[in-house]
């Protein structure tokens, strides 16, 4: 029986990291919610970090525009997919896939992952083939995996 978009999509796929065998679930709405939400939190922090030496007027308007610009953030929006690019956005996504299945990741073990072009070789070729039509482990041309420099 063919597999069929629905059943493709509530997989989990494995990927491999040294003798570790690493679970990843599809990120559900709340899953996504909760990625905007830390992206909105993080263009806040950046507000708050440059508020030191302002006087309490500058503050005060500071925090209005950002919270403003803040809450105006979505998963579709350019600050978010931004920030999906980088290795903590990247790590975070990650994070919230494998904590499903693996309850004891943390943020931290998923940004070491990152980091690991080994790990991440195996994880974007394992993606690859999730967004495959056919859910099969050869990979298509037009779902080539990212690259990954393997210089230090």
């Not at 063919?2 to 559900?28: C, H, I, K, N």
């Not at 990625?35 to 925090?63: S, T, Y």
């Amino acid at each position: 029986m063919p597999v069929t978009d629905a059943d493709m999509t509530a997989a989990v796929s494995e990927f491999q990291s040294g003798d570790t065998t690493y679970r990843l679930s599809p990120l559900a709405d709340k899953d996504w919610g909760e990625f905007e939400r830390w992206v909105q939190d993080k263009h806040m922090d950046l507000a708050r970090r440059n508020m030191e030496g302002m006087k309490p007027e500058d503050r005060k308007v500071l925090i209005e525009a950002a919270y403003k610009q803040a809450a105006s953030i979505t998963i579709s929006s350019p600050e978010a997919l931004s920030i999906m690019s980088t290795v903590d956005g990247a790590a975070y996504l990650l994070y919230i896939s494998l904590r499903r299945e693996m309850p004891e990741i943390d943020f931290q073990a998923a940004l070491e992952l990152c980091t690991d072009p080994a790990a991440m070789i195996d994880f974007n070729e394992r993606i690859a083939a999730l967004n495959s039509q056919d859910n099969s482990d050869e990979v298509k041309e037009d779902t080539a995996p990212l690259e990954v420099s393997q210089e230090k």
